[in-house]
Each structure stands twice: as C-alpha cells, then as structure tokens.
C-alpha cells in the first residue's frame, strides 16, 4: 500500500494567520492527491481534487499545491470555521490510502 | 444535493457478520460516473478504505479486509451495502460511505456522516 504522511499532527494557530499543511506520499502518485476537511461529528468535506483543483463552492483562501511525493494545503486567512481536522489521500492505486490527518486548532 | 445516509446495527457481537446499507438521495446509483465505497474511521488506525462497486459490477476491495467482506448494490432501491463477517474488536469503528468520481483524478465528492459500530458480546 502507499503510505500518506502528513505533518504537523496537530496545529495551533490564530485567526487570519497562514497556515501549511502537508502530505508525503511513500512513492510517486503523480496528481493523484484530494485533501478534505472534517469536523466533529460531521463527514468529511471535499476540499481539493487532484492536487490543486479547488471543489465548487471552497473559499479560495484553500490553496493546494504540490506533485509525485510532496503535497501541501496553504490556507491563507484562517478563519474560525476553519479549525478542523485536515485528511490528505491518494488516489492512485488501490486501496486509496489516507493520511493520519493534521487537527487545526485555535489559539 | 447529494445525500448518502448509512444504516445498521450499532452493536455487532464478535464472530457475527456486519450489515450496513447506505440510502442514496438526490442522485441516481446507476450513474456510471460514480463508484461507491465504503470507509471505517477509528482514533487509532485513522480512515481505512474497505472497497467500492460500481452498477456495471466493477468491485475492488482492501486486500486486508478482502477475505471477510462484501459489497451490492441494489439499483431499485437506490442503496448498495456492505457486509464484513467474522467480526472482532478491532473492527469497531464509524463507518462512511461515500461516492467517489471515477472519471479524472477519483476524488470522494459526497461522504454519509457515518455510523458508529461497536464489537462487544
């Protein structure tokens, strides 16, 4: 399987700062990379697709970036819904294996 | 809008087999843009992918979990389920269903809220 590393495991930041997060992948997986976002009790939101492409309806304070091994989701002005739990996940090859996930806290 | 809604025993003694179905709303399961799939979720081993099935009978499954599990779809009812057996503690998790593109880059664009099943005799 391919193994999805993201860190930090866990971040506290304030409202308005910038924050990046990022995901490693144990081998190439090209574009092959979607980031989601959930909350307590909630299920997990699409993000960004395929590395970079924001989902309808995102803030465009998400960025992604990235390509092969090394991925990262920047998000420029964090806002107080944005304190969540971060999830990246290939999928390339079966089974689309996810991240341990970074927790965004506020401080 | 999308909605994928999961349902089942929350308690499921050990050796038993689990059976879970997720409602499909908004949308048809025939759509062949889509396969749908399952997940488990637990503090310890994170977000596990258990496998997913298309209408036209495309299956895939982890092959961890691939002895023990099943996976239908029933197009009348708009539903498809999973059924895991032989089940033990280590399998108590939430477990989501979701939809995932199958055109592009595979994204899982709609997720159910999961249910939570417990393995305790």
């Known amino acids: 399987d391919i193994q999805m590393t993201q860190s930090p495991s866990s971040l506290s930041a304030f409202v308005g700062d910038r924050v990046a997060l990022t995901c490693r992948a144990s081998?190439?997986?090209?574009?092959?990379l979607n980031w989601y976002q959930q909350k307590p009790g909630q299920a997990p939101k699409l993000l960004i697709s395929a590395a970079s492409s924001l989902q309808d309806g995102v803030p465009s304070r998400f960025r992604g970036s990235g390509s092969g091994t090394d991925f990262t989701l920047t998000i420029s002005s964090l806002q107080p819904e944005d304190f969540a739990t971060y999830y990246c996940?290939?999928?390339?090859?079966?089974?689309?294996?996810f991240g341990q996930g970074t927790i965004l806290e506020i401080k | 809008q999308l909605h994928l809604q999961e349902s089942g025993p929350g308690l499921v003694k050990p050796s038993e087999t689990l059976s879970l179905t997720c409602a499909v709303s908004g949308g048809s399961i025939s759509d062949s843009s889509y396969y749908w799939v399952w997940i488990r979720q637990t503090p310890g081993k994170g977000l596990e992918w258990i496998g997913y099935i298309s209408v036209s009978g495309t299956i895939d499954y982890n092959p961890s979990l691939k002895s023990r599990v099943t996976l239908s779809v029933d197009r009348s009812k708009n539903n498809f389920s999973l059924k895991l057996s032989s089940m033990t503690a280590a399998d108590t998790a939430v477990y989501h269903c979701?939809?995932?593109?199958?055109?592009?880059?595979?994204?899982?664009?709609?997720w159910g809220q999961g249910i939570l099943v417990t393995v305790s005799s």
């Open positions: 081998q190439s997986i090209g574009s092959y």
């Open positions: 979701a939809r995932l593109y199958s055109v592009g880059y595979y994204p899982l664009d709609y």
């Open positions: 996940q290939q999928s390339y090859r079966t089974p689309y294996t």
